[in-house]
T-cell receptor, first 112, second 113 residues
């Protein structure tokens, strides 16, 4: 069965430092991959998506993610985080019936 | 551009009562979804719908009922609320062909006492 693993429940990063959030998936075919962000008390917002083509995808708010088929990974990165990036981040993979399989989420904490 | 709206945003109800959570989208998206979000469980799919009058169960559908008589509305009903159904409920939608990205409503925080 398809699955998505986000190994880090919490990550703490200093403001201005770089960020990498990990996501590993299990899926037989070429996956459709997504990163979403959820600010406290809010719904989920799409940050970026990978369907095909260039394995480095750019998203909103200065985020990017790289699809690595050999590692079954789709890690999210940002070169310099801002306090407003504090939120929970979810990785997801698309199934054939338009459902998404979700990771458990990584909570990002920003140190001033 | 209203997108997806959910109502109510907050609801407190008693055990055993029936409660309906509303979801409305203005995009005419074919697919709609209901999730619940609980600490330690992430997002879990309750029900989804591919079109009006077509619905199917997700992984945690027990105790919930949905209907979709119109494309834009997808209400979720808790037939007899239990404390274990205290959660935050999110509605989402997506286009039909070639698009998997889901667009989410703001959520309904439901407390069952």
């Amino acid at each position: 069965a398809q699955s998505v693993t986000q190994p880090d429940i919490h990550i703490t990063v200093s403001e201005g430092a770089s960020l990498e959030l990990r996501c590993n998936y299990s899926y037989g075919a070429t996956p459709y991959l997504f990163w979403y962000v959820q600010s406290p008390g809010q719904g989920l917002q799409l940050l970026l998506k990978y369907f095909s083509g260039d394995t480095l995808v750019q998203g909103i708010k200065g985020f990017e993610a790289e699809f690595k088929r050999s590692q079954s990974s789709f890690n999210l990165r940002k070169p310099s985080v801002h306090w407003s990036d504090a939120a929970e981040y979810f990785c997801a993979v698309g199934e054939s019936n338009y459902q998404l399989i979700w990771g458990a989420g990584t909570k990002l904490i920003i140190k001033p | 551009d209203a997108g997806i709206t959910q109502s109510p945003r907050y609801k407190i109800t008693e055990t055993g009562r029936q409660v309906t959570l509303m979801c409305h989208q203005t995009w005419s998206h074919s697919y709609m979804f209901w999730y619940r979000q609980d600490l330690g469980h992430g997002l879990r799919l309750i029900y989804y719908s591919a079109a009006a009058d077509i619905t199917d169960k997700g992984e945690v559908s027990d105790g919930y009922v949905v209907s979709r008589s119109k494309t834009e509305n997808f209400p979720l009903t808790l037939e007899s609320a239990t404390r274990s159904q205290t959660s935050v409920y999110f509605c989402a939608s997506t286009l039909e062909v070639g698009a998997y990205e889901q667009y989410f409503g703001p959520g309904t925080r439901l407390t069952v006492t």
